[in-house]
């Protein structure tokens, strides 16, 4: 056989295949996923990216296939709060707190980590706009419902605030709970270099 001609042979096959598992792997993470989830984990790539407009639009899409879904609903919660949209953020965290209050499956892990994760973020916007014993009583919810969802960094924290070492749920309620034990000329619960690294929470 002709070297070129087999060599373009080959090179033909290795482009079909590829073709072909790209298309495979569209289509079953658009028609064989759960109605929303594909245009949320679109949202996830966006938010990661910083592109909030885009993300919104596609969390948007996911709420059109899917009412209520809750992945959908805390990423648009994230995505108002990075924008430091932060009313707007609380009006999605409350809705999806009590919605999953609701419905929730007690051994439905993934949404038990969600609505921890609702709570711990709720919590923040409280802690911004100066609510520290609200603010407080949403982490030590979000610290009973899943303290695991809470530890550490995730790839989310890396990419979106580019530390390995953001403050925790569970830092920020043991210091807010030992300032407000003292008198109230002596608090300082305010501090906006440090108070800037305190990270979002996405299950």
Do not use: W
């Not at 373009?8 to 290795?14: M, P």
């Not at 028609?31 to 639009?57: H, N, V």
């Not at 059109?64 to 108002?80: S, T």
């Not at 003292?182 to 619960?189: G, H, N, Q, S, V």
């Amino acid at each position: 056989m002709n070297p070129r001609v087999l060599k373009r042979f080959i090179i033909i096959c290795l482009i079909a295949t590829f073709i072909f598992f790209t298309a495979s792997a569209i289509f079953k993470g658009y028609f064989e996923s759960a109605p929303g989830d594909y245009f949320t984990r679109q949202g996830d790539i966006l938010l990661g990216d910083k592109k909030y407009g885009e993300a919104l639009e596609s969390f948007g899409k996911a709420l059109e296939e899917q009412p209520n879904h809750r992945g959908a609903l805390m990423g648009r919660a994230l995505v108002f709060m990075q924008q430091k949209e932060y009313s707007q953020a609380d009006v999605e965290l409350t809705f999806l707190i009590k919605f999953l209050r609701k419905s929730l499956d007690p051994e439905d892990k993934t949404g038990i980590g969600t609505l921890s994760a609702a709570y711990a973020n709720r919590g923040i916007i409280k802690d911004r706009h100066g609510k520290y014993k609200a603010a407080f009583d949403d982490y030590v919810l979000a610290l009973k419902t899943d303290e695991g969802v809470l530890d550490g960094p995730s790839i989310f924290d890396k990419v979106l605030y580019g530390t390995t070492k953001p403050s925790t749920v569970r830092d920020r309620a043991i210091y807010i709970h030992k300032q407000l034990q003292l008198p109230p000329e002596k608090r300082l619960l305010k501090v906006p270099e440090i108070d800037d690294k305190q990270r979002m929470y996405k299950p």
